[in-house]
Structures are given as C-alpha cells and as structure tokens.
C-alpha cells in the first residue's frame, strides 16, 4: 500500500491517480491495530482492498477481502449492470453459468450484454427457434 503511493521510480498506478495513504495508516501499529480490529488475522488469505477505487487508503474505504473478491474490484473489469444490480463480467459469468468466451462470441456476433449473459448456450441437440 505504502509502496504503491509513494514509490516514484516505479510508474505506480496510485500516483497517477493521484490515490494516497490516510495519515491513520502510516504508522504501521496504527494500522495494524486497524486491520486487527477489522476482521484481519495472520492466518488469513486475505488483501486489503479499497472500497471505493478512485478513493485513498483510509480506515473508512478499506476493507480485507480474498483475492477472488480483490480480483473483481479492479477498476479495469468489464461492469454489467442488471437491473438495479452492477458486477463483473466474471461474477455474472458464474452466476449464469456461461463462459466468458461465449459471452464475446454472442457480443462479436451482435448480441446485446444482456442476452449474451442470460441465454444459456447452445449445447448441440435441436437448435434455437428450429423445429
């Protein structure tokens, strides 16, 4: 976290968003007590993640999560919203059971995201709308 902001001879991410590390989290007991206090143990496969992607490093945008759940907060994923419902490609994906390679074939073909992701894929016997 400290590395991503504040290292200038690596072309970090964090500054050029201009993201920055809370004064509460400098000091590493301050945040420790922190993470400790906020579901974190050492024996846990948790990162730390930020709540909000275009916020900084503070106690109330941080949070500990997997990797899994780190992995879908990147600024860089696709985000499909259903409803009144925003998530990742992947994460609509899964619930729908339908690879994300499938879903850019229906998307080269046309289709719209939504059924692309919603229409179960064709898996050989009778053909769509055939009789």
């Known amino acids: 976290m400290q590395m991503r902001c504040r290292n200038r001879g690596k072309a970090s ?3 050029k968003k201009g993201i ?3 004064p509460e989290f400098r000091r590493w007991a301050d ?3 922190w993470a400790l206090s906020h579901g974190y143990e ?4 948790l990162e730390i993640d930020r ?3 275009d916020g900084d490093y503070s106690p109330s945008n941080c949070r500990f999560v997997t990797r899994k759940e780190n992995s879908r907060n ?6 499909i919203k259903i409803g009144r419902t925003t ?7 899964e619930i729908f059971g339908i690879s994300r390679k ?3 074939q229906r998307i080269q073909r046309g289709w719209d995201e939504i059924s692309a992701l919603t229409l179960p894929p064709y898996r050989g016997g009778k053909k769509r709308g055939k009789k």
């Open 42 to 45: 050492d024996e846990d496969d």
């Open 31 to 33: 945040f420790r007590d």
């Open 102 to 104: 499938c879903f850019y």
């Open 13 to 15: 991410y964090c500054l």
């Open 20 to 22: 920055k590390v809370a």
């Open 51 to 53: 709540i909000d992607n």
């Open 74 to 79: 990147k600024s860089t994923n696709r985000r």
């Open 87 to 93: 998530k990742c490609l992947t994460e609509w994906c």
